[in-house]
């Protein structure tokens, strides 16, 4: 995903908690620098800062920065020298959308699941006996008149 000119996610969304690799070949990667550096925070006030050297590739300078529980994630780069490329004083600022689980259940008392999983098995048996009858219905009157040869598409 292309958030901005010459950054990279390697996934649409910015989840909380999940780890996110970045490609960068923003203006310190075109100046041929040899090193590069992102610096980073969460959140309006900054909040966790770090920075990580960033891998020199063909493609660009990569890294893995591990989101945490905030709602923005804030970065910006730098390289050996000290020149900076900040989005002209603005930084890169995107946000992280929550972890959603809601296909989980949350239920400490397991009896509650009980009745799905009855629900669920005699489905599936449901769903074997319905195509039972099926294969029966079609292929026993084959089988008995002895004509239970497919046809070639040749012929």
Request: hydrophobic letters at 35%.
């Amino acid at each position: 995903m292309e958030l901005t000119k010459n950054i990279f996610f390697n996934t649409d969304k910015l989840i909380e908690n999940t780890t996110v690799k970045i490609s960068y070949t923003g203006k310190l990667f075109q100046e041929n620098s040899e090193q590069v550096f992102i610096h980073y925070g969460f959140g309006m006030n900054w909040d966790n800062i770090n920075e990580v050297e960033m891998e020199k590739t063909e493609l660009g300078f990569q890294a893995e920065i591990e989101l945490t529980s905030f709602d923005t994630f804030n970065f910006c780069f730098r390289d050996e020298n000290n020149c900076w490329d900040n989005n002209n004083g603005n930084n890169y600022i995107f946000p992280i959308e929550k972890n959603i689980l809601a296909l989980v259940a949350t239920s400490d008392n397991n009896s509650n699941l009980l009745p799905s999983k009855r629900l669920r098995k005699t489905y599936i048996w449901s769903k074997k006996i319905r195509l039972a009858v099926y294969k029966i219905i079609t292929y026993l009157p084959r089988i008995i008149s002895g004509n239970y040869k497919r046809k070639l598409n040749n012929e």
